[in-house]
């Protein structure tokens, strides 16, 4: 059984900086493409950054030069490092597991940028 748990949300100044992190458990990780979503109230969820199994990353716009995707194959683990936080990127963070077994997804992680 494949479950991805999210950590890394909370209440951040606008400037400020967050990452996130999902852990997936199973044996998919290795070969799994990976990504962040984020929903906020009212909108769909759109992508924000992913990253294949051999660590090919792509952005949306949104967070192009702001934002980070990384992953760590040894600790099943990928990680979003959100900087120069705005309020429109408050949502819920989602974390994606795409591989031949199926497709995955996270509980989500609240980010919410505000002053």
């Known amino acids: 059984q494949v479950q991805l748990v999210e950590s890394g949300g909370g209440l951040v100044q606008p400037g400020g900086s967050l990452r996130l992190s999902c852990v997936t458990s199973?044996?998919?990780?290795?070969?799994?493409?990976m990504g962040w979503y984020r929903q906020a109230p009212g909108k769909q969820r759109e992508l924000v950054a992913g990253i294949t199994s051999g660590g090919t990353t792509n952005y949306a716009d949104s967070g192009k030069g702001r934002f980070t995707i990384s992953r760590d194959n040894a600790r099943n683990t990928v990680y979003l490092q959100m900087n120069s936080l705005k309020p429109e990127d408050t949502a819920v963070y989602y974390c994606?597991?795409?591989?031949?077994?199926?497709?995955?997804w996270g509980q989500g992680t609240q980010v919410t940028v505000s002053s």
């Open positions: 199973g044996s998919i990780f290795s070969i799994a493409a």
């Open positions: 994606r597991a795409l591989s031949a077994s199926g497709l995955y």
